[in-house]
Each structure stands twice: as C-alpha cells, then as structure tokens.
C-alpha cells in the first residue's frame, strides 16, 4: 500500500520555526521527486519547495527561499521541511506528494503529475 504520512504542523507565533516530516512507504523512494504544497483557506494550492531523492537536487518557491530548507533521509524514506522565519502568511495546510522521475517530470512535473499525496498538515502562525 502507497503511503505518504505528513506530520508536525501545529500553531507557531509569527518568527517561529516548525519542521514538517513527510514519511513515504509502498513505492521505491529513490525513484522519485517529494514536492511540499501548501493550500491556504480560499485560494489554490501552491507548490513550495521540491527535492529530487536521487539526486538530492531542491527547488524552492520564491517567498520561502533563505527561511525553509527541505532535506531527505533515504534510509528512513522520510523528507523533511525546516520551516524558519514562519510568517502569518505562510499559514495554510501543507502536503507532500510523489512525482516519479523516470515515469514522469520529477520537480518539474504539473499539478497533476504526482502519483501520490499525503493527507495534509495544519501549519498555523499567528501573528
């Protein structure tokens, strides 16, 4: 069975730090990009940052870059989101999902390009 399980959100006052775990299990881990997403209350969701597992290869959206780092444990199957510097607009749910690399686009992949997705986790940051 696929499984993406995020976990480690919570609330957090505006300048405080959180780190998201994102735990993969049922496919091979190597084979694939983790992309964090994230879906405040009315509006679409956005990607946020990427990493390529192979390659260990990151991407990151222009509003989070120098505040969050994402970084894997291959040994663990697990990748993580070091959020720094948390702003009020950085509230919203945040999920991770695959894209495979030699099946698809990896990072590069559209919205609807990633094989599997996580259930979500509240990352709230009061100001």
């Known amino acids: 069975e696929v499984r993406l399980v995020e976990s480690g959100g919570g609330l957090v006052q505006g300048g405080g730090s959180l780190r998201l775990s994102c735990a993969a299990s049922g496919f091979t881990f190597e084979d694939y990009a983790i992309r964090w997403f994230r879906q405040a209350p009315g509006k679409e969701r956005e990607g946020v940052s990427c990493?390529?597992?192979?390659?260990?290869?990151?991407t990151y959206k222009d509003s989070v870059k120098g505040r969050f780092t994402i970084s894997s444990d291959n040994a663990k199957n697990t990748v993580y989101l070091q959020m720094n510097s948390l702003k009020p607009e950085d509230t919203a749910v945040y999920y991770c999902?695959?894209?495979?690399?030699?099946?698809?686009?990896?990072?590069?992949?559209?919205?609807?390009?990633?094989?599997?997705w996580g259930q979500g986790t509240q990352v709230t940051v009061s100001s």
């Open positions: 990493i390529t597992i192979l390659d260990g290869s990151t």
């Open positions: 999902a695959a894209a495979g690399v030699r099946s698809g686009y990896g990072c590069y992949s559209a919205l609807g390009g990633y094989d599997f």
